[in-house]
């Protein structure tokens, strides 16, 4: 048997792992001089295959050695050739110093492993304790990170960042009051995603959510998500940054994946950017729709170099991604802010208008400001000349009659227009240029 047999490890394993599924891989791996610090395996989680591990702080205080470095190391290269996710549970002190620069590069190749399957199969992290150092850099690279309120998750030992801290800054996607929380995120996770990037995303039953736009003008972005996603399906990502702007999320429409990424009537900031950037990474990753809500009044005026660059890579992103993109232009899309997010050119397989949104390439104010200059001039009322730009220059229908916009509706029937567009972009093939990747 092994000595693992009791531990935190495998008992955390267990609890992750659908009843009865889970298989030790090197149960009786030694170290040097004791126990091997980590626990793996693999099994299904709501029935889905994967591969796991799961580091034990009880043994040498989960000190990461060359003999763990090799088990983990192992569940990535199975993953590799499987194509199944993985799923590391982390928690430990830090590295074995003992054991010198063969851990270093040891450590080195779990980095590189890691890396390699990127976007090509899943990755979860679940930081249930310590995660410092390399640990913490490994456990980053993952596509969505998972934390319990008390962990430390940090660079540079000693450090007082908590878990709370990293989810307010965007470093943690989820965030769990316990451990059981983590593993009730991690099933919803990787129910929503495909096992790998050949592979398509499960299709499962659904309930239509209640129209919380029925009858109503738009309101804000959680109510379009909402109506536009099956009920109870929508799962938030880094719902603890820039938040107040922004509303990144994982859900099904009609019991497939789609992403949601929702701009929340404020100006784009560096930190919206990164926020969509990395949520339109992970979904043209694995070849997942992409719903983007638009309804912000332009570019922040203030940190301009942070800006410039964030936005540069959010469009970039957006540009290059090939998976089937839907915007929704849910109140307004005002300047480089319907280009990045809205745009035919650089975005949208398929642009939907609500029919009370305003579409402009400069706001209401100044635009009045350049055209109307000669009738403000000779008295005529600013809030009548506004209302005038809006309603003619403005305009969703003016958007259309040129092409900028390829289908106007009510709110109400936003779930519908979606599920049509949807329906239409399943068969997406797009053929880009040869290359490794863009530099920005």
Request: charged content about 20%; overall charge negative; aromatic content about 6%.
């Amino acid at each position: 048997m092994s000595e693992l047999k009791d531990s935190i490890a495998l008992k955390r394993l267990e609890t992750l792992f659908d009843d009865g599924s889970f298989t030790q891989i090197d149960a009786y791996a030694k170290s040097a001089d004791g126990d091997v610090e980590v626990a793996a395996g693999f099994g299904t989680v709501n029935d889905c295959p994967v591969y796991a591990f799961s580091q034990d702080i009880t043994v040498s205080d989960g000190a990461v050695s060359v003999a763990q470095c090799a088990k983990i190391k192992k569940i990535y290269d199975m993953a590799q050739k499987t194509g199944c996710p993985v799923i590391g549970i982390y928690d430990s002190n830090g590295v074995k110093l003992t054991e010198g620069f063969e851990v270093l590069n040891a450590y080195g190749e779990l980095v590189k492993a890691s890396a390699s399957i990127s976007g090509v199969c899943p990755q979860i992290s679940v930081v249930a304790g310590s995660c410092l150092g390399t640990s913490a850099l490994i456990a980053n690279l993952a596509d969505v990170v998972i934390a319990v309120k008390d962990a430390d998750f940090y660079v540079n030992a000693p450090a007082d960042v908590t878990a709370e801290q990293s989810y307010k800054e965007g470093t943690v996607d989820i965030l769990c009051d316990d451990f059981d929380g983590a593993v009730e995120s991690v099933r919803d996770i990787v129910s929503l995603l495909p096992s790998n990037n050949l592979s398509p995303a499960p299709i499962y039953d659904f309930s239509a959510p209640q129209n919380l736009l029925e009858g109503k003008m738009y309101t804000g972005i959680s109510l379009v998500i909402d109506s536009v996603a099956d009920a109870d399906s929508v799962i938030e990502i880094k719902g603890g940054y820039a938040n107040e702007n922004c509303k990144t999320a994982l859900a099904t429409v009609m019991g497939t994946t789609v992403g949601f990424i929702a701009f929340n009537g404020g100006s784009l900031c560096p930190a919206c950017a990164y926020k969509a950037e990395a949520m339109i990474k992970l979904c043209d990753a694995y070849s997942i729709p992409v719903v983007t809500v638009v309804d912000t009044d332009g570019i922040i005026n203030d940190k301009q170099n942070q800006a410039l660059v964030a936005l540069t890579k959010l469009t970039s992103a957006y540009a290059g991604a090939t998976c089937p993109k839907i915007s929704v232009i849910a109140k307004s899309a005002i300047g480089l802010s319907y280009i990045a997010l809205a745009g035919k050119g650089a975005n949208a397989d398929f642009t939907i208008a609500f029919d009370s949104s305003v579409i402009s390439p400069l706001s209401t104010e100044a635009a009045v400001a350049f055209l109307y200059n000669d009738r403000l001039a000779n008295g005529e009322n600013r809030t009548t000349l506004e209302n005038e730009y809006i309603e003619t220059v403005a305009s969703p229908f003016t958007a259309a009659a040129c092409g900028a916009v390829d289908d106007i509706c009510t709110a109400e029937d936003a779930r519908a227009k979606v599920i049509a567009a949807l329906d239409m972009l399943a068969g997406k093939r797009e053929n880009t240029l040869p290359r490794k990747h863009s530099v920005k």
